[in-house]
Protein backbone atom coordinates (compact mmCIF):
# COMPACT_ATOMS: atom_id res chain seq x y z
CA UNK A 1 0.00 0.00 0.00
CA UNK A 2 2.84 2.72 0.73
CA UNK A 3 4.86 1.66 -2.32
CA UNK A 4 1.40 1.90 -3.82
CA UNK A 5 0.88 5.63 -2.40
CA UNK A 6 4.83 6.55 -3.18
CA UNK A 7 4.71 5.61 -6.71
CA UNK A 8 1.23 7.38 -6.93
CA UNK A 9 3.27 10.56 -5.29
CA UNK A 10 6.20 10.43 -7.24
CA UNK A 11 3.40 10.57 -10.84
CA UNK A 12 1.94 13.74 -9.49
CA UNK A 13 4.96 15.31 -8.95
CA UNK A 14 6.88 14.27 -12.37
CA UNK A 15 3.25 15.37 -13.80
CA UNK A 16 3.70 18.97 -12.26
CA UNK A 17 6.98 19.60 -13.91
CA UNK A 18 6.35 18.62 -16.99
CA UNK A 19 3.24 20.62 -16.76
CA UNK A 20 5.40 24.23 -15.50
CA UNK A 21 8.18 23.03 -18.83
CA UNK A 22 5.21 22.78 -21.15
CA UNK A 23 3.20 26.44 -19.90
CA UNK A 24 6.92 28.30 -19.78
CA UNK A 25 8.05 27.34 -23.26
CA UNK A 26 4.70 27.85 -24.76
CA UNK A 27 4.44 31.17 -22.49
CA UNK A 28 7.73 32.07 -23.77
CA UNK A 29 7.11 31.47 -27.86
CA UNK A 30 3.83 32.89 -28.03
CA UNK A 31 4.73 35.98 -25.51
CA UNK A 32 7.35 36.46 -28.26
CA UNK A 33 5.52 39.59 -29.71
CA UNK A 34 4.48 41.26 -26.55
CA UNK A 35 7.97 41.02 -25.14
CA UNK A 36 9.48 42.65 -28.21
CA UNK A 37 7.30 45.12 -28.71
CA UNK A 38 6.31 46.03 -25.37
CA UNK A 39 9.29 45.56 -23.48
CA UNK A 40 7.26 46.70 -20.13
CA UNK A 41 4.87 44.37 -20.15
CA UNK A 42 5.55 40.85 -19.04
CA UNK A 43 2.84 38.80 -20.23
CA UNK A 44 0.96 37.93 -23.55
CA UNK A 45 -2.25 39.92 -23.76
CA UNK A 46 -4.64 40.38 -26.31
CA UNK A 47 -3.54 43.91 -27.06
CA UNK A 48 -0.13 43.23 -27.37
CA UNK A 49 -1.08 39.97 -29.72
CA UNK A 50 -2.68 42.84 -32.20
CA UNK A 51 0.00 44.66 -32.17
CA UNK A 52 2.21 42.19 -33.13
CA UNK A 53 -0.32 41.07 -36.05
CA UNK A 54 -0.03 44.80 -36.82
CA UNK A 55 3.41 44.93 -37.19
CA UNK A 56 3.19 42.37 -40.18
CA UNK A 57 2.42 45.43 -42.39
CA UNK A 58 4.64 46.23 -45.57
CA UNK A 59 6.61 48.87 -44.20
CA UNK A 60 7.80 46.02 -41.72
CA UNK A 61 8.18 43.68 -44.30
CA UNK A 62 10.95 45.81 -46.37
CA UNK A 63 13.59 45.13 -44.28
CA UNK A 64 17.16 45.12 -44.32
CA UNK A 65 17.38 41.46 -45.10
CA UNK A 66 15.78 41.64 -48.38
CA UNK A 67 17.80 44.67 -49.99
CA UNK A 68 20.70 42.81 -48.50
CA UNK A 69 19.83 40.30 -50.72
CA UNK A 70 18.97 42.67 -53.73
CA UNK A 71 22.52 44.34 -53.40
CA UNK A 72 24.38 41.00 -53.38
CA UNK A 73 22.82 40.20 -56.61
CA UNK A 74 23.60 43.31 -58.43
CA UNK A 75 27.26 43.04 -56.52
CA UNK A 76 27.60 39.83 -58.38
CA UNK A 77 26.23 41.18 -61.74
CA UNK A 78 29.05 44.27 -61.37
CA UNK A 79 31.96 42.17 -60.01
CA UNK A 80 31.95 40.30 -63.26
CA UNK A 81 35.37 39.66 -64.84
CA UNK A 82 36.09 42.08 -67.49
CA UNK A 83 36.78 39.57 -70.13
CA UNK A 84 33.17 38.57 -69.99
CA UNK A 85 32.18 41.02 -72.56
CA UNK A 86 33.71 38.84 -75.10
CA UNK A 87 31.94 35.70 -73.78
CA UNK A 88 30.03 33.43 -75.72
CA UNK A 89 26.80 34.53 -76.39
CA UNK A 90 23.91 33.11 -73.90
CA UNK A 91 21.24 32.46 -76.39
CA UNK A 92 23.87 29.84 -78.18
CA UNK A 93 24.67 32.06 -80.95
CA UNK A 94 27.86 31.31 -81.29
CA UNK A 95 28.39 33.92 -84.22
CA UNK A 96 24.78 36.51 -84.13
CA UNK A 97 26.34 39.56 -86.13
CA UNK A 98 25.65 38.74 -89.35
CA UNK A 99 21.69 37.47 -88.03
CA UNK A 100 21.38 40.77 -85.62
CA UNK A 101 22.89 42.75 -88.72
CA UNK A 102 19.54 41.54 -90.92
CA UNK A 103 16.97 42.13 -88.42
CA UNK A 104 18.16 45.74 -87.54
CA UNK A 105 18.17 46.54 -91.38
CA UNK A 106 14.35 46.02 -90.96
CA UNK A 107 14.19 47.67 -87.50
CA UNK A 108 12.60 51.19 -88.09
CA UNK A 109 14.71 53.58 -86.02
CA UNK A 110 11.90 56.56 -86.48
CA UNK A 111 9.03 54.87 -85.35
CA UNK A 112 5.54 56.54 -85.44
CA UNK A 113 2.21 54.58 -84.77
CA UNK A 114 0.01 53.71 -87.30
CA UNK A 115 -3.63 54.06 -86.77
CA UNK A 116 -4.95 51.70 -88.96
CA UNK A 117 -2.47 48.55 -88.20
CA UNK A 118 -3.02 49.34 -84.28
CA UNK A 119 -6.81 48.91 -84.75
CA UNK A 120 -6.83 46.41 -87.03
CA UNK A 121 -4.62 43.96 -85.08
CA UNK A 122 -5.91 44.97 -81.51
CA UNK A 123 -9.45 44.30 -82.92
CA UNK A 124 -8.61 40.62 -84.28
CA UNK A 125 -6.81 39.81 -80.97
CA UNK A 126 -9.77 40.92 -79.03
CA UNK A 127 -12.35 39.17 -80.97
CA UNK A 128 -10.17 36.08 -80.29
CA UNK A 129 -8.99 35.88 -76.82
CA UNK A 130 -10.82 38.94 -75.41
CA UNK A 131 -8.02 39.25 -72.72
CA UNK A 132 -10.01 42.12 -71.00
CA UNK A 133 -12.52 39.88 -69.91
CA UNK A 134 -11.08 36.79 -69.69
CA UNK A 135 -7.59 36.79 -68.68
CA UNK A 136 -8.00 36.40 -65.17
CA UNK A 137 -10.62 33.95 -63.49
CA UNK A 138 -13.13 35.73 -61.98
CA UNK A 139 -16.15 34.66 -59.95
CA UNK A 140 -18.02 35.99 -63.14
CA UNK A 141 -16.40 34.28 -66.04
CA UNK A 142 -15.44 30.95 -64.23
CA UNK A 143 -18.59 29.55 -61.88
CA UNK A 144 -18.66 26.52 -59.48
CA UNK A 145 -19.17 23.76 -61.56
CA UNK A 146 -17.35 25.34 -64.64
CA UNK A 147 -14.50 23.06 -66.07
CA UNK A 148 -10.97 24.50 -66.57
CA UNK A 149 -8.65 22.84 -68.55
CA UNK A 150 -4.73 22.67 -67.79
CA UNK A 151 -4.17 24.82 -70.52
CA UNK A 152 0.20 22.48 -70.54
CA UNK A 153 -1.44 19.66 -70.28
CA UNK A 154 -3.96 18.85 -72.62
CA UNK A 155 -5.05 15.90 -71.77
CA UNK A 156 -5.47 17.19 -67.86
CA UNK A 157 -9.01 19.11 -66.67
CA UNK A 158 -10.51 20.41 -63.44
CA UNK A 159 -13.86 21.09 -62.39
CA UNK A 160 -13.98 24.37 -60.25
CA UNK A 161 -15.67 23.23 -56.88
CA UNK A 162 -16.09 26.10 -53.81
CA UNK A 163 -12.58 25.48 -52.67
CA UNK A 164 -11.34 26.99 -55.92
CA UNK A 165 -14.53 29.62 -56.69
CA UNK A 166 -13.41 31.40 -53.49
CA UNK A 167 -9.99 32.61 -54.78
CA UNK A 168 -11.07 33.77 -57.89
CA UNK A 169 -11.68 37.30 -58.36
CA UNK A 170 -14.83 39.34 -57.48
CA UNK A 171 -16.19 42.01 -60.15
CA UNK A 172 -13.69 42.61 -63.42
CA UNK A 173 -10.10 43.13 -62.76
CA UNK A 174 -9.61 46.23 -64.90
CA UNK A 175 -11.58 49.19 -65.23
CA UNK A 176 -13.69 49.95 -67.88
CA UNK A 177 -11.43 51.74 -69.48
CA UNK A 178 -8.69 51.90 -71.80
CA UNK A 179 -5.19 53.11 -70.60
CA UNK A 180 -3.55 55.54 -73.07
CA UNK A 181 -0.07 54.04 -72.39
CA UNK A 182 1.30 51.15 -71.68
CA UNK A 183 4.81 49.52 -71.29
CA UNK A 184 5.85 45.92 -70.76
CA UNK A 185 9.13 44.87 -69.21
CA UNK A 186 10.88 41.89 -69.87
CA UNK A 187 14.03 41.09 -68.20
CA UNK A 188 17.00 41.16 -71.33
CA UNK A 189 19.92 41.48 -70.49
CA UNK A 190 20.09 44.77 -73.36
CA UNK A 191 18.30 46.40 -70.20
CA UNK A 192 21.49 46.79 -68.82
CA UNK A 193 22.91 50.04 -68.43
CA UNK A 194 19.77 51.42 -70.67
CA UNK A 195 18.83 54.41 -68.89
CA UNK A 196 15.35 53.56 -69.15
CA UNK A 197 13.72 53.84 -65.83
CA UNK A 198 12.24 57.38 -66.59
CA UNK A 199 10.85 56.77 -69.42
CA UNK A 200 9.61 53.37 -68.33
CA UNK A 201 7.69 54.72 -65.01
CA UNK A 202 6.15 57.17 -67.26
CA UNK A 203 4.04 55.55 -68.62
CA UNK A 204 0.03 54.97 -67.30
CA UNK A 205 0.30 51.19 -66.73
CA UNK A 206 3.41 48.64 -66.58
CA UNK A 207 3.30 45.35 -66.98
CA UNK A 208 6.63 43.03 -65.60
CA UNK A 209 7.58 39.75 -66.23
CA UNK A 210 8.13 36.55 -63.38
CA UNK A 211 9.01 38.83 -59.86
CA UNK A 212 12.14 40.50 -61.11
CA UNK A 213 14.38 43.36 -58.72
CA UNK A 214 13.85 46.89 -59.41
CA UNK A 215 15.82 48.49 -56.43
CA UNK A 216 19.13 48.98 -54.69
CA UNK A 217 20.45 50.55 -58.22
CA UNK A 218 18.25 48.45 -61.03
CA UNK A 219 15.88 51.46 -60.75
CA UNK A 220 17.87 53.97 -63.48
CA UNK A 221 17.51 51.01 -65.76
CA UNK A 222 14.08 49.40 -65.51
CA UNK A 223 11.84 51.98 -63.01
CA UNK A 224 10.17 50.78 -59.91
CA UNK A 225 6.37 51.57 -60.93
CA UNK A 226 4.64 48.29 -61.25
CA UNK A 227 0.89 48.12 -61.85
CA UNK A 228 0.81 43.89 -62.52
CA UNK A 229 3.22 41.52 -62.58
CA UNK A 230 3.64 38.00 -63.07
CA UNK A 231 5.32 34.85 -61.10
CA UNK A 232 5.85 31.84 -62.78
CA UNK A 233 5.44 29.27 -59.92
CA UNK A 234 8.70 27.64 -60.51
CA UNK A 235 10.36 30.86 -58.78
CA UNK A 236 8.86 29.66 -55.36
CA UNK A 237 10.32 26.31 -56.00
CA UNK A 238 13.98 27.36 -56.54
CA UNK A 239 14.12 30.32 -54.20
CA UNK A 240 11.70 29.68 -51.86
CA UNK A 241 11.31 25.89 -50.87
CA UNK A 242 8.07 25.96 -52.65
CA UNK A 243 6.43 28.48 -49.98
CA UNK A 244 6.50 25.79 -47.54
CA UNK A 245 9.55 27.33 -45.30
CA UNK A 246 10.34 30.53 -46.90
CA UNK A 247 7.40 32.61 -46.41
CA UNK A 248 8.55 35.89 -44.87
CA UNK A 249 11.48 35.96 -47.66
CA UNK A 250 8.82 35.29 -50.23
CA UNK A 251 6.46 38.50 -48.54
CA UNK A 252 9.69 40.68 -47.73
CA UNK A 253 10.64 40.37 -51.64
CA UNK A 254 7.14 41.41 -52.69
CA UNK A 255 8.05 45.11 -51.57
CA UNK A 256 9.47 46.65 -54.34
CA UNK A 257 5.78 46.06 -56.07
CA UNK A 258 3.54 47.96 -53.78
CA UNK A 259 0.09 47.78 -54.45
CA UNK A 260 0.27 45.61 -58.27
CA UNK A 261 -1.24 42.78 -59.13
CA UNK A 262 0.39 39.43 -59.03
CA UNK A 263 -0.64 37.55 -61.62
CA UNK A 264 -0.35 33.52 -61.02
CA UNK A 265 -0.56 30.73 -63.70
CA UNK A 266 -2.28 28.43 -61.12
CA UNK A 267 -4.19 25.99 -63.56
CA UNK A 268 -1.65 25.93 -66.64
CA UNK A 269 0.17 22.73 -64.72
CA UNK A 270 -1.75 20.59 -61.65
CA UNK A 271 1.70 21.08 -59.93
CA UNK A 272 1.14 24.86 -60.09
CA UNK A 273 -1.86 24.84 -58.32
CA UNK A 274 -0.65 24.24 -54.96
CA UNK A 275 2.38 26.33 -54.58
CA UNK A 276 0.11 29.19 -55.88
CA UNK A 277 -2.47 28.92 -53.70
CA UNK A 278 0.41 29.29 -51.01
CA UNK A 279 1.53 32.62 -52.74
CA UNK A 280 -1.63 33.66 -52.67
CA UNK A 281 -1.65 32.72 -48.41
CA UNK A 282 1.49 34.62 -47.38
CA UNK A 283 0.09 37.75 -49.59
CA UNK A 284 -2.99 37.67 -47.13
CA UNK A 285 -1.34 36.40 -44.12
CA UNK A 286 1.18 38.66 -44.14
CA UNK A 287 -1.06 41.25 -45.22
CA UNK A 288 1.20 42.26 -48.44
CA UNK A 289 -1.19 45.05 -50.28
CA UNK A 290 -0.96 43.17 -53.43
CA UNK A 291 -3.48 41.57 -55.61
CA UNK A 292 -3.10 37.94 -56.07
CA UNK A 293 -5.41 36.55 -58.94
CA UNK A 294 -4.89 33.93 -61.63
CA UNK A 295 -4.86 33.69 -65.32
CA UNK A 296 -7.38 32.00 -66.78
CA UNK A 297 -5.88 28.70 -68.95
CA UNK A 298 -8.74 29.05 -71.26
CA UNK A 299 -7.60 32.47 -72.32
CA UNK A 300 -4.04 30.83 -72.37
CA UNK A 301 -5.05 28.19 -74.74
CA UNK A 302 -7.30 30.94 -76.94
CA UNK A 303 -4.03 33.30 -77.38
CA UNK A 304 -1.47 30.01 -78.27
CA UNK A 305 -4.05 29.60 -80.86
CA UNK A 306 -4.21 33.45 -82.05
CA UNK A 307 -0.09 33.67 -82.50
CA UNK A 308 0.10 30.01 -84.43
CA UNK A 309 -2.06 31.73 -86.88
CA UNK A 310 0.20 33.77 -86.88
CA UNK A 311 3.18 31.38 -87.61
CA UNK A 312 4.33 31.57 -84.25
CA UNK A 313 4.74 27.75 -83.93
CA UNK A 314 6.66 26.84 -80.25
CA UNK A 315 5.67 24.62 -77.28
CA UNK A 316 4.61 27.40 -75.11
CA UNK A 317 4.41 31.09 -75.31
CA UNK A 318 6.89 33.36 -73.21
CA UNK A 319 5.48 35.08 -70.60
CA UNK A 320 6.51 38.28 -72.77
CA UNK A 321 4.71 37.94 -75.60
CA UNK A 322 1.33 36.90 -73.30
CA UNK A 323 1.86 40.38 -71.23
CA UNK A 324 2.46 42.01 -74.64
CA UNK A 325 -0.89 40.67 -75.90
CA UNK A 326 -2.57 41.79 -73.03
CA UNK A 327 -1.33 44.88 -72.93
CA UNK A 328 -2.41 45.26 -76.71
CA UNK A 329 -6.05 44.69 -75.57
CA UNK A 330 -5.84 47.31 -72.43
CA UNK A 331 -3.71 50.16 -74.02
CA UNK A 332 -3.71 52.64 -77.19
CA UNK A 333 -0.13 52.61 -77.03
CA UNK A 334 2.37 49.80 -76.20
CA UNK A 335 6.01 50.36 -75.35
CA UNK A 336 8.06 47.04 -75.17
CA UNK A 337 11.51 46.76 -73.14
CA UNK A 338 13.63 44.02 -72.40
CA UNK A 339 12.91 41.94 -75.58
CA UNK A 340 15.51 40.79 -76.83
CA UNK A 341 16.68 37.32 -77.50
CA UNK A 342 20.55 37.39 -78.15
CA UNK A 343 23.55 37.32 -75.82
CA UNK A 344 25.03 40.16 -77.95
CA UNK A 345 24.38 44.12 -77.57
CA UNK A 346 22.36 44.98 -81.00
CA UNK A 347 24.37 48.04 -81.23
CA UNK A 348 27.93 47.40 -79.95
CA UNK A 349 28.14 43.61 -79.93
CA UNK A 350 28.98 42.99 -76.31
CA UNK A 351 28.11 40.31 -74.31
CA UNK A 352 24.89 40.17 -72.59
CA UNK A 353 23.77 38.43 -69.67
CA UNK A 354 20.34 36.40 -70.35
CA UNK A 355 18.58 38.67 -67.53
CA UNK A 356 19.69 42.04 -66.56
CA UNK A 357 19.97 41.18 -63.05
CA UNK A 358 21.36 37.50 -63.96
CA UNK A 359 22.51 35.32 -66.71
CA UNK A 360 20.24 32.59 -65.40
CA UNK A 361 19.49 29.83 -68.79
CA UNK A 362 16.37 28.84 -70.07
CA UNK A 363 14.79 25.18 -71.06
CA UNK A 364 15.65 24.30 -74.80
CA UNK A 365 12.86 23.91 -76.73
CA UNK A 366 10.61 25.01 -74.34
CA UNK A 367 10.19 29.07 -75.76
CA UNK A 368 11.44 29.88 -79.34
CA UNK A 369 12.10 33.63 -78.62
CA UNK A 370 13.77 34.86 -81.44
CA UNK A 371 10.57 33.82 -83.47
CA UNK A 372 8.62 35.41 -81.00
CA UNK A 373 11.42 38.58 -81.32
CA UNK A 374 10.92 38.71 -85.35
CA UNK A 375 7.15 39.32 -84.88
CA UNK A 376 6.85 41.72 -82.26
CA UNK A 377 9.46 43.62 -84.79
CA UNK A 378 7.33 43.05 -87.43
CA UNK A 379 4.92 44.60 -85.19
CA UNK A 380 7.14 47.39 -84.28
CA UNK A 381 7.52 47.98 -88.21
CA UNK A 382 3.75 47.74 -88.67
CA UNK A 383 3.43 50.92 -86.12
CA UNK A 384 1.17 48.73 -84.12
CA UNK A 385 3.38 49.07 -80.68
CA UNK A 386 6.72 50.05 -80.30
CA UNK A 387 9.84 47.79 -79.52
CA UNK A 388 12.77 49.74 -77.88
CA UNK A 389 16.29 48.24 -78.17
CA UNK A 390 19.29 50.21 -76.81
CA UNK A 391 19.57 53.08 -74.33
CA UNK A 392 17.18 55.36 -73.73
CA UNK A 393 17.52 59.24 -74.92
CA UNK A 394 16.04 62.10 -72.96
CA UNK A 395 13.60 62.93 -75.84
CA UNK A 396 11.79 59.33 -75.09
Known sequence: MKRQLSLHLKLLILGSLITIFLWYTFNNNWGYCSVKLQPQVPQLNTDSSKECREKKHILDLCSASWRKENQKLRNERQQKPKNEDNAPSSDSCEDCREKINEL??????VWKKNEDNNFEFRTRLSLKCNGFDNVVLTQTNTPVGSTLPYDG?????????????????????????????????GNGGILTNSSCGKTIDSAQFIIRC????????????????????????????????????????????????????????????????????????????????????????????SLALFWDSLGLKERRLTTGIMMTSLALELCDNVDLYGFWPFGVHPHSLQYLTHHYYDDGKVKKGFHSMSDEFKLLLHLHNQGVLKLHLGECGPDE
Open 153 to 185: ERTRFLEVKEEHFKHFFQGHPFSNKTRKTCAVV
Open 104 to 109: LESYTQ
Open 210 to 301: NLPPLSNGYEKDVGMKTDVVTANPSIFTQKYGSLLEHRRMFAESLCQYGKAMLLLPAFSYRINTASSLRASYTIHDFRIPMQPVFINPKYLQ
